[in-house]
């Protein structure tokens, strides 16, 4: 997308890239950033001079650790662990950890810079943070993945704390490796504190805290289908993963009447035309959750057709949920959901639409939703959850999905107020990156040179 301020655009893209060679992702993060910023900031002198968004840019501190552990036949093994703390203007830093294979300083920079606006948007007081390693928990056993977890956390605990950085899940970091890091940090440290969110709720987690990044997005949706004086009611959904995001947004994709019918992983897609009901994701949970299987067997469990290696954007729907991972829905795909009647794509996982697709979708008048907005559920709930370790309370189900409704209300308001454009419509992504940016800016000119 060709703006006014494109050369200003070029000229910090280039420094972007110079100064971060090779890191692709951390540059297409801040391009989406910077696309709207810029001319923004051209409008508000004070954020200019005070070199606002290259700070912001800067990861406050970034720390690269070795992570040894011993597999089960007793070799020695080795992976990389990374915390990224990129900006504490307006809370500790807070963002989850993702183990997984491709995760890179690029990635967690793209997540970590993404955290800090989103977080600002819940209103809650967190600034931006993410980490993770390049272990794959997939294939693992449990105690593999507990002796990594141990070791991980061994290092980390030192540069974390309820006050200073809080870390949560993300990719490959579930209930079970919650429970072994925050073991570890308490045997480490001899305290019991809210260091991580995303714990058992025996141990301190907050009720629909699992549930509420998937929740928030139809909460969200829901909000950005009232404004065409529409629901979710009866519309066919498509959504890719099948992890936490995703099983949550089927599940409130069904308590909204809408029909879910698409599921992923990493090896393809299954397409259930009947919609994937209650006790089908029943089933979808297990798998994943406990016996941590392959969702072909979805397919086998219920005869419907599984596409391997496949995303499932070809099949046609009224609206789109990118549930699984960065990158997976691109120019193509963007072109197959247009030309099959799809009218809303609203990004559960981190930046999962290039930035082709996305001017495509735009351009084409697709309702389309930031992830940095629709998915800041789940980091709203850990907030909550921060809240609730500090008081030594727990709220109730309603209680915390009441509030989980009004902050993602709250935050499609925000994207209205600063992406309406003058034909009544919104971009909610201008609205979104603008809304994030104000509040840590502001904060930022108020602490001073920091
Ligand atoms: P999970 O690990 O629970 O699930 C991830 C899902 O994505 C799995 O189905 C996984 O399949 C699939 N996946 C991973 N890599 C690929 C790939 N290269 N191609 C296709 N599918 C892939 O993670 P979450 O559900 O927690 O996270 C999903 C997305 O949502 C991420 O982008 C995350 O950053 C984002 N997010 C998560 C939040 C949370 O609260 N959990 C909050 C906000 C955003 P497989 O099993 O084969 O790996």
């Known amino acids: 997308m060709i703006t006014m301020n494109q050369p200003a655009i070029d000229d910090f893209m280039q420094m972007v890239v110079k100064r971060n060679p090779a890191q692709l992702e951390f540059h297409q993060a801040v391009y989406e950033v910077a696309m709207n910023i810029i001319p923004f900031i051209e409008e508000h002198p004070e954020y200019k001079k005070a070199n606002i968004l290259e700070r912001m840019i800067e990861a ?20 990389r662990g990374y915390r990224v703390q990129m900006n504490n203007a307006i809370g500790p830093y807070k963002g989850g950890l993702r183990f997984h294979p491709n995760v890179t300083l690029s ?12 977080n600002s948007l819940t209103t809650l007081p967190m600034g931006g943070g993410k980490g993770g390693s390049d272990f794959d928990p997939k294939g693992k056993s449990d105690n593999e993945v507990m002796r990594f977890c141990q070791s991980f956390m061994t290092e980390l605990f030192r540069h974390i704390g309820k006050d200073t950085d809080i870390p949560a ?8 490796e919650i429970g072994y890091l925050f073991g570890q940090f308490k045997r480490l440290t001899n305290e ?8 058992g709720y025996a141990y301190g987690g907050s009720l629909i805290r699992p549930e509420a990044t998937g929740y928030g997005l139809l909460f969200f949706v829901e909000e950005m289908l009232k404004t065409k004086g529409q629901s979710i009611k009866n519309k066919k959904v498509v959504i890719s993963g099948s992890g936490n995001v995703a099983q949550y947004a089927i599940e409130k994709t069904l308590a909204f009447g809408g029909i879910p019918l698409t599921a992923s992983d990493s090896n393809g897609f299954v397409y259930d035309p009947d919609g994937i009901d209650t006790d089908k994701l029943a089933f979808l949970m297990e798998l994943k959750n406990k016996r941590r299987g392959r969702i072909s067997e979805y397919a086998d469990e219920y005869g419907c057709p599984y596409y391997a290696g496949e ?19 691109n120019e193509t795909d963007a072109q197959l959901l247009i030309k099959n009647g799809c009218k809303l794509v609203a990004e559960g996982a981190n930046m999962p639409t290039t930035p082709e697709a996305i001017s495509l979708l735009q351009k084409n008048e697709i309702l389309y939703a930031p992830g940095k ?5 789940g980091v709203a ?9 500090s008081i030594r309370l727990y709220w109730t189900r309603e209680e915390v999905e009441n509030r989980l409704k009004v902050i993602m209300h709250n935050i499609h308001e925000q994207c209205i107020q600063y992406g309406k454009k003058a034909d009544g419509t919104t971009d909610y992504l201008k609205g979104a990156n603008i809304a994030g940016f104000v509040r840590v800016a502001d904060a930022m000119l108020a602490e001073g040179h920091v």
């Not at 990635?107 to 989103?118: G, P, S, Y």
């Not at 899940?169 to 079970?176: A, K, L």
């Open 192 to 199: 019991f504190t809210g260091v991580l969110t995303g714990k």
């Open 381 to 389: 709930a850990s907030g909550l959850e921060m809240s609730q370790n």
């Open 311 to 329: 995303k499932p954007w070809k099949i046609p729907c009224d609206v789109a949920l990118p549930c699984a991972v960065q990158n997976e829905l």
């Open 169 to 176: 899940g993300d990719i490959g970091v579930g209930s079970r």
């Open 373 to 377: 907005a629709s998915n800041a559920g």
């Open 107 to 118: 990635v967690l920079k793209f997540l970590a810079f993404e955290q800090v606006f989103k």
């Open 60 to 79: 406050e501190r970034i720390l690269i650790f070795r992570v040894p552990w011993m597999d089960d036949a007793g070799n020695y093994r080795v992976n």
